[in-house]
């Protein structure tokens, strides 16, 4: 039976001290960036996501968005190793080319605040330097040959409490414009974004959050609820045959780095 093997990945932020990060990349400059313990722990798990998707036979990768961490504003730019785009789009290149090579690959635009400020944007050069197809700030449509309608795009929103009510909202206002006539049945709602991962199925339609390639980053919005921001380590890799999928989520321990225990 012929099926399609999707891995689904995001939130890498290259360029934070906190986020994963290729070893041995040299600046423009030829100034070599070192990695700390923990982006080396997050690289090990990465290194062991792309062993998962040769065994799966992962024939396509889905980039989903905030590749780099850009200038990134809300965090004020303190949290970067560099703050030179060039650079952290070749770091992003550079770390990623092990997961993308031999595969089609797609991508899907992120936050505003870390890509550049209008035209071509950060995410975009890293999916086309890398052979992709830039698909904009959103993907609606099938994967051949499978006959669900996925949404994909990188995310916004959320809930205060309980994380499935995002999920939950989103299945509702789906199916109501589908009920509506303004838009086809969607069978997969995929987001990034959040930083976590949860999957849930109801009725039918599939709802998958897709969790993050960082530690802890101590920010302004992260710092007001250490406790929820926790972020889940991973990725997602869908099997899709003609009329069904099947989901596999491969997390990981998260490392310490602006959060480790300290004894003073």
């Not at 089609?104 to 505003?112: A, Q």
Request: some cysteine; proline content about 3%; overall charge negative.
């Amino acid at each position: 039976m012929a099926k399609r093997v999707i891995a689904f990945v995001g939130d890498f932020h290259v360029g934070n001290r906190y986020a994963i990060a290729p070893a041995g990349y040299r600046t423009q400059e030829d100034n070599a960036i070192h990695i700390n313990e923990g982006q080396m722990t997050l690289l090990f798990h990465f290194d062991d996501f792309c062993e998962k998707c040769d065994e799966l036979n992962v024939d396509t990768v889905f980039l989903m968005g905030d590749l780099v961490d850009g200038p990134n504003y809300k965090g004020y730019a303190r949290h970067l190793v560099t703050s030179d785009l060039g650079d952290q789009i070749g770091m992003a290149v550079m770390l990623l080319q092990k997961l993308c090579k031999g595969r089609k690959v797609y991508g899907v635009e992120g936050s505003k605040y870390h890509v550049l400020p209008g035209g071509i944007s950060a995410d975009q050069m890293v999916v086309q330097q890398l052979g992709g197809v830039w698909c904009g700030p959103i993907f609606v449509g099938r994967f051949e040959p499978c006959r669900l309608t996925f949404l994909v795009q990188h995310g916004e929103g959320g809930a205060l409490l309980n994380r499935a009510t995002e999920a939950g909202r989103d299945s509702l206002y789906l199916n109501a414009a589908h009920g509506a006539g303004k838009i086809e049945k969607i069978d997969v709602s995929i987001k990034g974004h959040r930083h976590y991962h949860l999957y849930l199925v109801e009725n039918g339609q599939h709802q998958i959050r897709v969790p993050c390639w960082c530690a802890f980053i101590p920010n302004k919005v992260y710092l007001k609820n250490y406790g929820r921001m926790q972020p889940d380590i991973g990725g997602v890799i869908l099997e899709l045959e003609e009329d069904r999928l099947i989901h596999h989520a491969f997390l990981y321990d998260l490392p310490h780095i602006a959060d480790q225990v300290r004894i003073l």
